[in-house]
Nanobody, 120 residues
Framework: QVQLVESGGGSVQAGGSLRLSCTAS????????MGWFRQAPGKEREGVAR????????GYADSVKGRFTISQDNAKNTVYLQMNSLKPEDTGMYYC?????????????WGQGTQVTVSS
C-alpha cells in the first residue's frame, strides 16, 4: 500500500486559510486517485476533495466547492488542499487517502490525519 504523510493542519479563525500537504512514499501505479477526507467529532468521515493523478481531474464535496482547491505535484508525489474562507464547520481531522479508483468508496490507503480547527 501507499504510505501517506499529512502536514499543514492547525488552528485558524473563521475566514482564514490553511494549506494541507500529503506526500506519498511512492506511487504504486503511474496513475491513481488521491483525496482528502475529514471527520468531525461525533460525525462520520466524509470525502472533501479528490484528484486523479493521471489527468488532474478533480472532484469536491458540495460543502467546500468554491473554497477548497486540490492540486498535485507529481514530481514530489504530493497533493495539496488549499482551504480558503474557512468556517467553524470545517473543523475536524483531515485524512489523506489514495486508491485506484476515483470514487469516494474506493480509497484504500490512509494517512494518520492532521487536525484542523476553525474558531468563530
Amino acid at each position: 500500500q501507499v504510505q501517506l504523510v499529512e502536514s499543514g493542519g492547525g488552528s485558524v479563525q473563521a475566514g482564514g486559510s490553511l494549506r494541507l500537504s500529503c506526500t506519498a512514499s511512492k506511487y504504486t501505479r503511474r496513475s491513481m486517485c488521491m483525496g482528502w477526507f475529514r471527520q468531525a467529532p461525533g460525525k462520520e468521515r466524509e470525502g472533501v476533495a479528490r484528484i486523479y493523478t493521471g489527468g488532474g481531474s478533480t472532484g469536491y464535496a458540495d460543502s467546500v466547492k468554491g473554497r477548497f482547491t486540490i492540486s498535485q505535484d507529481n514530481a514530489k508525489n504530493t497533493v495539496y488542499l488549499q482551504m480558503n474562507s474557512l468556517k467553524p464547520e470545517d473543523t475536524g481531522m483531515y485524512y489523506c487517502a489514495a486508491g485506484e479508483g476515483c470514487s469516494w468508496s474506493r480509497f484504500t490507503s490512509w494517512g494518520q490525519g492532521t487536525q484542523v480547527t476553525v474558531s468563530s
